[in-house]
């Protein structure tokens, strides 16, 4: 009782300052934008090396993102991405070479956040985004025993759908490190690689990266 009583008259003491400060703390979430210079690598996968899904021909690529946090769990960015996309087919002695930059809109989702109470300190946030994009490519299909070109296309341009998930390593108040896998998924693919897409599946293609 002694120490209720003693309690109750240090609060009347107290600089109310402090105690607005504790209850900073509590408030509720408020919205944020932020920016990711991003870099990594990118893959093709399609029509041309379907035997070889698995393509082993990674190439550079960078970009960055553009976004603005709505909730703890909803978000919205923007994305472009920069690569030249490779590829060799060896049963036909071809390869692909394509020089793309792509951009696009996402919806992210913060996974963490569906299960648990929002903590703006929690070390790792894993996430998912998808949106639509569009693509502007310049694709070249070569001959590799005579180094002639096949076929080849030049300023064009075609829808996407990125897909992907990621983590979020939480650095500082100011700073996160991101690693992030999305795939793109190219509306139609005769105009990227030359093939019927009658005979198989969409053409698509990769970006693993790492962002801060």
């Known amino acids: 009782m002694t120490m209720v009583v003693f309690s109750i008259i240090v609060l009347q003491f107290v600089p109310k300052n402090i105690l607005a400060q504790s209850d900073s703390i509590k408030q509720p979430f408020k919205g944020y934008l932020y920016f990711q210079p991003n870099i990594g690598i990118s893959q093709y996968f399609g029509s041309f090396n379907k035997k070889d899904f698995w393509n082993q021909n990674p190439k550079l690529a960078y970009g960055a993102v553009l976004g603005y946090q709505l909730s703890p769990v909803f978000g919205l960015r923007s994305q472009v991405m920069k690569t030249d996309l490779y590829s060799k087919r060896s049963d036909k002695n071809q390869e692909l070479t394509s020089d793309l930059w792509d951009v696009a809109l996402h919806l992210t989702i913060n996974i963490n956040d ?31 025993t005579t180094n002639t070109i096949i076929d080849e296309s030049t300023g064009q341009t075609e829808f996407i759908m990125p897909l992907g998930a990621g983590a979020k390593f939480r650095l500082s108040y100011n700073f996160s490190l991101n690693l992030e896998y999305g795939d793109r998924t190219v509306f139609k693919g005769t105009k990227f690689d030359f093939y019927d897409p009658g005979e198989d599946y969409r053409v698509h293609y990769s970006y693993a990266s790492a962002g801060l």
């Open 114 to 144: 569906i299960f648990a109470k929002y903590n703006e300190k929690r070390f790792l946030n894993f996430y998912l985004f998808g949106g639509v994009g569009y693509t502007f490519f310049n694709t070249t299909i070569q001959d590799i």
